[in-house]
Each structure stands twice: as structure tokens, then as C-alpha cells.
């Protein structure tokens, strides 16, 4: 069974654009989620998404958005980037949030640089 | 609200010597409690889970973790480190069916293994 992907590994990008990150869990989960990972911050919590719901959502400004598809593939916006938005931003599936099956399982995540 | 403490961000030990990784747990409600594994350039990758029952968990690659309410901890051994373990550990914590899948994660500790 494949992993999660993400779309694209390595990204570039300057202040005060936007960019979108795309993430396709495991066949047969539906819950994905997202996580920023930074040296100074650790991994922070974004945003989850079950079945096209926003189930829970981290402490981070309204420039970060994300929505989930009907294939549960998920995707994640960052509008009007800053500096600090610089980060490896983490996408897991699980199965069923909230149960005994509830074990993330992660990408190797999307490398975005903000000059 | 949950949290998770780690022990100690850097630990040194020596190949063939007992890997021990510290972690403590808050949580309002019996919690689900993970330890991940993050090799350079990657995601993070799951080596056990605890749900409820047996205190000790077994996981990949030789790990293994026990739960100890009274302690609110949940430490990482393994008994012969190889130098393959270097990597940084980060434990983690959810709970609740409000919750979801949401992770809380510690600090992350640095793995060194030395020949």
C-alpha cells in the first residue's frame, strides 16, 4: 500500500506570495492532517480534515487554509507569505480520528523557503 | 489541555549501549500516546503506540515503551543501541473524541550514537 504523498518536496517562494501544498493519504483513510515544523517552534499543529470537514483547527493566523476533497486528498494554502512561514509543513492520514485507529502516518513533507 | 515533555533534547550513548528516551504526559483524559522517529530530510516515521491494556509496548527496530500512569510517563529503551538509531524521537499525545487524530508533540530529542 502506497504512503502518503506530497506535493512538491522542495518549494520556493517570496514574500507576499501564496502558495499551495497538496497532500494524498493512504487508500481507505480519511482523515488528514497538517503540521508546521520549525527549529525554533517544533511541530505545531495546523489543521484536520475528516471527510471534508475541518475537524480541528491549531493556533495559526487565517492566512493558513486548507480543504479536503471528496478522494480525501487534502490541500493546504499559505497566502501572503512571510519569512516566519518558512518551515517543513508535514501532512498525515490516519483511519478513523478519535478511535484505537487512530495512528498518524506522515509524508516526507514539503520544504517551503520564503525569501 | 494536553502536553508532552521531553527529557533532555540531546542524548549520547554508545553503540551496543541501553537507549533510554525520556517523555511526560498531561492529559484530562486517558490519552493515546505515540513515539515518532525523524531521520534527516524526512517525515516522521511511527515506531509504537499505546492505547490501553498492556503497559508495554512493543515497537520497530527493537524499541519498546512503557506506560506508567502513576508517572504520567511514557519512556522509549531500547537495550543495544546500533548506530542506524541516530535520529531525532519526538513523543506524542492525543486523546478525546474532540480531538480527533490531533497530535501534540514533545520538544523532540537528538539521538547520537557513538562507535
Known amino acids: 500500500k502506497a504512503g502518503v504523498t506530497q506535493t512538491p518536496r522542495y518549494l520556493i517562494k517570496t514574500r507576499g506570495q501564496q502558495v499551495t501544498l497538496s497532500c494524498s493519504p493512504i487508500?481507505?483513510?480519511?482523515?488528514v492532517s497538517w503540521y508546521q515544523q520549525t527549529p525554533g517552534q517544533g511541530l505545531q499543529f495546523l489543521f484536520e480534515?475528516?471527510?471534508?470537514?475541518?475537524?480541528n483547527k491549531g493556533n495559526f493566523p487565517g492566512r493558513f487554509s486548507g480543504r479536503q476533497f471528496s478522494n480525501s486528498r487534502s490541500e493546504m494554502n499559505v497566502s501572503t507569505l512571510e519569512l516566519g512561514d518558512s518551515a517543513l509543513y508535514l501532512c498525515a492520514s490516519s483511519l478513523i480520528p478519535g478511535t484505537d485507529y487512530n495512528e498518524q502516518f506522515f509524508g516526507p513533507g514539503t520544504r517551503l523557503t520564503v525569501l | 489541555a494536553q502536553s508532552v515533555t521531553q527529557l533532555g533534547s540531546h542524548v549520547s550513548v554508545s553503540e551496543g549501549a541501553l537507549v533510554l528516551l525520556r517523555c511526560n504526559y498531561s492529559?484530562?483524559?486517558?490519552?493515546?500516546l505515540f513515539w515518532y522517529v525523524q531521520y534527516p530530510n524526512q517525515g516522521l516515521q511511527l515506531l509504537l503506540k499505546y492505547t490501553t491494556g498492556a503497559t508495554l509496548v512493543k515497537g520497530i527496530n527493537g524499541f519498546e515503551a512503557e506506560f506508567k500512569k502513576s508517572e504520567t510517563s511514557f519512556h522509549l529503551t531500547k537495550p543495544s543501541a546500533h548506530m542506524s538509531d541516530a535520529a531525532e524521537y519526538f513523543c506524542a499525545v492525543s486523546g478525546g473524541e474532540t480531538s480527533g487524530s490531533r497530535l501534540t508533540f514533545g520538544e523532540g530529542t537528538q539521538l547520537t550514537v557513538n562507535p
Open positions: 480534515y475528516f471527510s471534508e470537514t475541518q475537524r
Open positions: 487508500s481507505g483513510h480519511r482523515s
Open positions: 492529559s484530562s483524559v486517558p490519552p493515546y
